[in-house]
T-cell receptor, first 114, second 114 residues
Framework: GNSVTQMEGPVTLSEEAFLTINCTYTATGYPSLFWYVQYPGEGLQLLLKATKADDKGSNKGFEATYRKETTSFHLEKGSVQVSDSAVYFCALRDSGGSNYKLTFGKGTLLTVNP | SQTIHQWPATLVQPVGSPLSLECTVEGTSNPNLYWYRQAAGRGLQLLFYSVGIGQISSEVPQNLSASRPQDRQFILSSKKLLLSDSGFYLC?????????????FGPGTRLTVL
């Protein structure tokens, strides 16, 4: 079955540091890949996505590139801010089926200190 | 615009008591609907999804059940809560037929079973 493995946290960085959160996946076919963010006390919001190999998703300074050869979708940001403190989830959607189920990683807690 | 509501926002229930969590979506018709649980240290787990009224698929066998009595209403229930049912419950929806295949999440319900 499908699975997503992401770097377990917590990750603690200083403001303006470089961020990488690793994510690798196992899936049949050609899944779509997502990063969701959950700010404290809130639900999940879509941060970025990529639907095919070599696509780069980007939003709010975050980027992730769909690497089929390494089955990875690592999240990066060049300079984090305190407001980026949140839990980040990597997820995939299988290419088949009509119900569009998402498979999530366990989440990575990021804390950015001023 | 579309919005998704969940209530209650927080709930504390004794072991063995019943449960009913409600999710409603506005501004869209015939969506796919999903219930996820986020347990401490375990990430997001898909519990149920529904592609239409009265159509429920269960992903994980457990003492929870789901119902969809109306097109935009999704209910999560239990007859007798267990301690292990504690967690953060998220409802999500997705429009059928769109290529973007994004799921939109509600604000969540935090359930504590004592």
């Amino acid at each position: 079955g499908n699975s997503v493995t992401q770097m377990e946290g917590p990750v603690t960085l200083s403001e303006e540091a470089f961020l990488t959160i690793n994510c690798t996946y196992t899936a049949t076919g050609y899944p779509s890949l997502f990063w969701y963010v959950q700010y404290p006390g809130e639900g999940l919001q879509l941060l970025l996505k990529a639907t095919k190999a070599d696509d780069k998703g980007s939003n709010k300074g975050f980027e992730a590139t769909y690497r089929k050869e390494t089955t990875s979708f690592h999240l990066e940001k060049g300079s984090v801010q305190v407001s980026d403190s949140a839990v980040y989830f990597c997820a995939l959607r299988d290419s088949g089926g009509s119900n569009y189920k998402l498979t999530f990683g366990k989440g990575t807690l990021l804390t950015v200190n001023p | 615009s579309q919005t998704i509501h969940q209530w209650p926002a927080t709930l504390v229930q004794p072991v063995g008591s019943p449960l009913s969590l409600e999710c409603t979506v506005e501004g869209t018709s015939n969506p796919n609907l999903y219930w996820y649980r986020q347990a401490a240290g375990r990430g997001l787990q898909l519990l149920f999804y529904s592609v239409g009224i009265g159509q429920i698929s269960s992903e994980v066998p457990q003492n929870l059940s789901a119902s969809r009595p109306q097109d935009r209403q999704f209910i999560l229930s239990s007859k007798k809560l267990l301690l292990s049912d504690s967690g953060f419950y998220l409802c999500a929806w997705r429009v059928k037929g769109l290529g973007t295949n994004e799921q939109f999440f509600g604000p969540g319900t935090r359930l504590t079973v004592l």
